[in-house]
């Protein structure tokens, strides 16, 4: 029968040790730094039993694990659970269900890769490493790359495990790896060092692995045997793309938007604001279209009734207004820079009808 890391008479025992030293600090107001210090004294003591404890029954732990990944991050077992209800159905269940050889690799590449890579490597570049992204891109540790899209997994399918197994606030990382504070360090070692708020050096923690126990879980997993290393899926080579050639007459779309040939006299469907009736009709507005920016605008000057353009505002628009646009040839005329024109109607983007 299953059994709890810690029985009900143990975790209180471990409450009443924060809880008479809560009490003291309260009572005799004594210093906050001397009280900090015996609380840290006290978690640690707590961290280092509930280690201890989680390597005496690394199945369980490793059980945990297996369902997390063989579930793509879409199952978790509360870390209390993963021990105290081992041997419930639903858990055993989950179990059978994931712990196939395939995840047997995949878990044994993540944790052999967290036994290897750089100390000051937080989760998030951890994930990068695996997916293959990023500065980590070209590291050369076991398992890179290993769960990018061409292995077929996810990006938050990798972060919702690597949440599990690298995150210094998740209890499973907690067993695997103790994170050193590096602004406690260099306070320590220099007390005059001027700290500043903005230094980065100040955010960073220094990730010390237990490789021993990560060690073990990867021989335990090879004990219950491990499918072959994958392959990545072969990529079908890219179709070289035809640039549309645009006619007047042509409709502007997103797809398109990249080929239209600038500077590009455009007239782009609208709804203006009719005072008289208080209604919004159909209408039309035409820009020069000048400039396509990366960041989902383009630049434009406003065409009045008499064909002249001109610059209005900032000059920028969102790209969605060019989406349904009418092409009408390119622009030869004068762009009048320098001189501001204000549009003294309202208008605006009509909705897109569901066919």
């Known amino acids: ?20 030293l809560d009490a003291a600090h309260r009572k005799d107001n004594t210093p906050f730094d001397h009280y900090w210090a015996q609380r840290e004294a006290i978690a640690r003591a707590e961290r280092i039993d509930t280690n201890r404890r989680v390597r005496a029954r690394a199945n369980e732990y490793l059980d945990a694990l297996i369902t997390l990944v063989g ?10 659970h993963c021990f105290n209800e081992s041997d419930s159905l639903d858990v055993r269940q989950a179990i059978e269900k994931h712990d ?3 995840t047997r ?6 944790l052999r890769a967290f036994s290897e890579v750089p100390k000051s490597w937080a989760r998030s570049a951890f994930v ?3 997916r293959g992204n990023g500065k980590q891109k070209e590291a050369k540790y076991h398992g890179a790359g290993m769960f990018g899209l061409d292995y077929g997994w996810k990006g938050e399918e990798v972060t919702a495990v690597c949440a599990v197994i690298a995150d210094e606030t998740s209890p499973y990382s907690q067993a695997l790896v103790t994170y050193a504070n590096v602004e406690k360090e260099i306070r320590e070692a220099d007390p005059d060092y001027q ?3 903005y230094d980065v050096r100040f955010k960073a923690v220094r990730a010390e692995r237990d490789v021993e126990f990560l060690t073990a879980l990867c021989s335990m997993l090879e004990k219950r045997g491990l499918a072959p290393i994958p392959k990545p899926k072969e990529r079908k080579p890219k179709k070289t793309r035809v640039p549309k050639q ?6 502007v779309t997103l797809r398109n938007m990249r080929d239209v040939p600038l500077p590009a006299h455009v007239r782009i469907p609208i709804e ?9 009709l159909p209408s039309t507005i035409e820009h020069v279209v000048v400039r396509l920016g990366n960041a989902g605008n383009y630049y434009r000057y406003v065409v009045t009734p008499k064909g002249e353009a001109f610059e209005a505002g900032m000059g920028w628009e969102g790209k969605y207004w060019l989406d349904g646009a009418t092409y009408l040839g390119p622009w030869k005329g004068k762009l009048n820079k320098h001189q501001d024109l204000t549009i003294r109607f309202r208008y605006r983007k009509p909705e897109k009808k569901n066919s």
């Open 1 to 20: 029968m299953a059994k709890p890391l810690f029985s009900p008479e143990e975790q209180k025992a471990w409450k009443d040790k924060f809880d008479v």
């Open 71 to 80: 579930s793509r991050g879409s199952s978790y077992v509360n870390f209390p």
């Open 100 to 102: 196939t050889p395939e």
């Open 105 to 110: 690799r995949a878990l044994h590449t993540i």
């Open 128 to 130: 990068r490493f695996l």
């Open 195 to 197: 700290v500043t708020s």
């Open 246 to 251: 645009f006619v007047p007459g042509d409709v």
């Open 272 to 280: 203006k604001f009719d005072e008289p009736s208080k209604q919004w």
